[in-house]
DNA sequence: TCCATATTCAACTTTATGGTTGAATATCTG
DNA sequence: CAGATATTCAACCATAAAGTTGAATATGGA
């Protein structure tokens, strides 16, 4: 039903891949808030969070509504589900497993076509 | 229980920001892969793809084992389940709701110190 | 040993990122 | 209108990213 082209998620990854947006997006999941508001808890020049914030904005993260010159960004999770869709391809390789031996059962489990015995010590 | 630092999420959401990792990662939920084997799909050298192999392995994405000449590769999912937990602070914003008019609800909800009866025209 | 295979390394190019500062623009307010 | 506030823009800088090519390294096999 929900179908998500692969393309769309790079910004989404991408934009999720700075502390700073992720903070950001923290925000606004209590409240909408202002640019200023948004760049206020960051370390950083107006300008730099502006970027930041353009940056959700193009991923499909926020929304902006201007109201005289204050914008007051809205977060809108759409995207972020359909990352998390593609998250869950993944959840069998953890659900119910320890993480490492899970890569272990796996890998043999997968791997039909080649069955090695047991894995070699490194060469170095 | 499972606690990640969110520092340790950037490497990972910056890893999946790029379609040729996240279709790397998808070979290795198939199974092992070399290196060669992972750079077959995708139409770059292959010192490209070994870099690319470098920025999921750094990301504690996969991980390596050497026989002889092959590095044989292995999905390791487990900070996939971080980013996984992290998103899934955001599904109350678009579980059973659509998810333009969720921000909406969600808004009025969650802003108790904003009580707006209805939402502005556009200024503009 | 010789050659092919598997992978990385080094150097380089181009473009993107994340930050800065100072000026510009627009709006609100007294 | 004048000044303060909100935000962006433009120019710039440093570093990272993503790709290339060609050489280096290591291993496997006849």
Chains 1, 2 share one sequence.
């Not at 790079?10 to 999720?16: E, G, N, T, Y």
């Not at 193009?58 to 999770?77: D, K, Y």
């Amino acid at each position: 039903m929900v179908e998500y082209l692969s393309s769309s998620l790079d910004p989404v990854f991408h934009a999720l891949g700075d502390a700073t947006r992720r903070a950001m997006l923290r925000q606004l999941a209590q409240s909408p808030r202002s640019v200023t508001e948004l760049a206020a808890p960051h370390d950083m020049s107006l300008a730099a969070a502006s970027k930041h914030i353009k940056v959700l904005e193009s991923a499909g993260l926020i929304s902006r509504e201007v109201q005289g010159r204050t914008h007051t960004c809205r977060l809108n999770a759409a995207p972020l589900a359909s990352a998390q869709e593609w998250l869950s391809y993944y959840e069998k390789f953890w659900t119910s497993r320890l993480d490492a031996l899970e890569a272990l059962l796996k890998a043999e489990d997968a791997a039909k076509a080649k069955p090695k015995s047991k894995p070699q010590p490194k060469s170095k």
